[in-house]
């Protein structure tokens, strides 16, 4: 977050800003019910099969099984999260016997979905033979032939000798796997990349550990033990075995329902939402980016780079991406989004941060010069996501969004009532904001440099009018 550094008049922002708070008063509903557990990927922790892979923007399923049962009286029929990433929507909606449409840019997440919805649909008993004997015999130990590691330049030096070695002898021994098996086994790769690194995810970059050779390594950060990686391999293989060996077992005693079919839609959901047929979902259950500064492809740049992805790509990921970073370049936005743009054009508090965060940039009091067009871009891409979002479903249909409020510059950036703003111009109804009880940035320091509340975080709940 940027650090107030002059004292500034923000009093127009605060009144337009508790002026829209007053429009939604009866819609901004504290709900105990969720906790920060729920609405993130804590929640997933100890969930079999969702506690794979541990893809730190996720929520969990418990939420996306709430919101189901505490909204509609029958299931829906057909779901879209635009915004996949780890599939917890589509794959907890497969097991609910619901069909689940997703759209999703980023190919690690896309990875985790296919390989998660494969082993949904069933894995043969001799594909769970191969994984029961790379967790026991540990191929890769006996052979000295490696398959090179790619690298990308953020990546370079992220393991030790011995873990590269290790890791190269690995992706050479899946070589001699039928394809399926081999995809599951760089499946569990991916999952415990980050625990063999000298890096760690957070938040807008990969932060290194001081033991890491590599020249940009700064302070003495420690990210504390950094695991070997046959005994990461061999427990998450055991985590997944006994997680389908369970799946095996209930399915033999509970008479389920047949799972929902999963599509996956590879790309940016700006150029696929306007592909989709009209009126053709009953709900949509989704979260952003949210508007902080979150660089995923950084902080995947391990994963990436395992997939293959080179430097050219990642800068058209990076682009293609919801604008949430300082890199994001203005978008080209469609003719077709006409009422969205003006819908945004038209929402003053919006315009009054715009307006804000361009002075501050002017005066240089920003700390990166790049923060207003990535805000006015994340609302007005939002804004067409919206647009879209009401075309594609059914009226009376529901759109669930999980969504955190930001602060830039000391200003409160209520992301939950703007968006709900924009929402009620373009095809909505606000059924309600769903805030949940402990609240993000409020920490003392926070507190006492900006004197401001916590930040909210949300879920939103709005009805296709
Ligand atoms: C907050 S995460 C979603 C996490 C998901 N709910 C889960 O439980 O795993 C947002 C996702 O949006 C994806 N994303 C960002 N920009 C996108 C775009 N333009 N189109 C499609 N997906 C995008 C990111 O790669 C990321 O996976």
Redesign the pocket.
């Known amino acids: 977050m940027e650090r107030q550094r002059f004292p500034r008049d923000d009093r127009r922002i605060r009144e337009l800003d508790a002026d829209l708070e007053r429009q939604f008063a009866d819609r901004l509903v504290l709900c105990p019910t969720l906790d920060r557990k729920t609405v993130s990927?804590q929640g997933?922790k100890q969930q079999p099969k969702y506690r794979w892979f541990k893809?730190k923007?996720?929520?969990?399923s418990v939420l996306?099984r709430f919101l189901i049962s505490e909204y509609f009286d029958a299931l829906p029929k057909r779901i879209l999260?635009?915004?996949?990433?780890?599939?917890?929507?589509l794959l907890t909606a497969c097991e609910l016997g619901i069909d689940a449409d997703g759209?999703?840019?980023?190919p690690?997440?896309r990875e985790?979905i296919e390989v998660r919805s494969r082993v949904e649909s069933g894995l043969t008993s001799e594909e769970i033979d191969r994984l029961q004997f790379w967790q026991t015999v540990k191929p890769w130990q006996s052979i000295s032939l490696r398959q090179p590691l790619h690298y990308l330049k953020t990546t370079d030096g992220a393991y030790s000798p011995e873990t590269e070695a290790a890791i190269e002898r690995y992706l050479f021994a899946m070589t001699s796997e039928r394809d399926r098996v081999a995809k599951l086994l760089r499946f569990v790769l991916l999952c415990i990349l980050e625990s063999v690194s000298f890096t760690r995810k957070d938040g807008q970059y990969l932060r290194w550990d001081y033991r890491a050779q590599r020249q940009r390594r700064t302070g003495k950060f420690n990210k504390g033990k950094i695991l070997d990686l046959d005994g990461a391999i061999v427990s998450k293989l055991a985590q997944i075995l006994e997680d389908i060996e369970l799946e095996l077992f209930n399915a033999s005693r509970i008479s389920s329902v047949p799972n929902g079919k999963i599509t996956l839609f590879p790309?940016?959901?700006?150029?696929?939402l306007p592909t989709l047929a009209d009126k053709s979902y009953d709900a949509i259950?989704?979260?952003?980016?949210?508007c902080n500064r979150y660089d995923?492809t950084r902080t995947?740049a391990l994963e990436l780079a395992l997939l293959g992805v080179t430097e050219t790509e990642m800068r058209q990921?990076r682009q293609?991406?919801?604008s949430?970073t300082v890199e994001n370049k203005e978008k080209t936005l469609l003719q077709n989004w006409k009422s969205a743009i003006a819908a945004a054009d038209s929402q003053v508090l919006l315009q009054a941060i715009l307006e804000d965060l361009e002075a501050q940039k002017q005066a240089k009091r920003l700390n990166n010069s790049g923060i207003p067009r990535m805000v006015k871009g994340y609302f007005y891409?939002m804004a067409a996501?919206i647009f879209e979002s009401a075309r594609v479903l059914q009226p009376g249909g529901l759109m669930f969004v999980?969504n955190d409020n930001v602060r830039y510059a000391g200003v409160d950036i209520s992301v939950d009532t703007i968006l709900s703003d924009l929402a009620r111009h373009l095809g909505f109804a606000i059924v309600s904001i769903l805030v949940l009880p402990a609240s993000k940035g409020n920490s003392s320091q926070q507190m006492g440099q900006h004197g401001r509340k916590p930040l909210r975080k949300c879920v939103y709940i709005w009805r296709k009018r």
Do not use: H, K, Q
């Open positions: 990927f997933n893809y923007e996720g929520f969990s996306v999260d635009p915004f996949a990433g780890s599939g917890t929507t759209i999703e840019l980023l690690i997440a985790i790309g940016s959901c700006l150029d696929i259950i989704t979260s952003p980016p949210y995923y995947y990921l293609a991406m919801l949430c891409e996501v999980v």
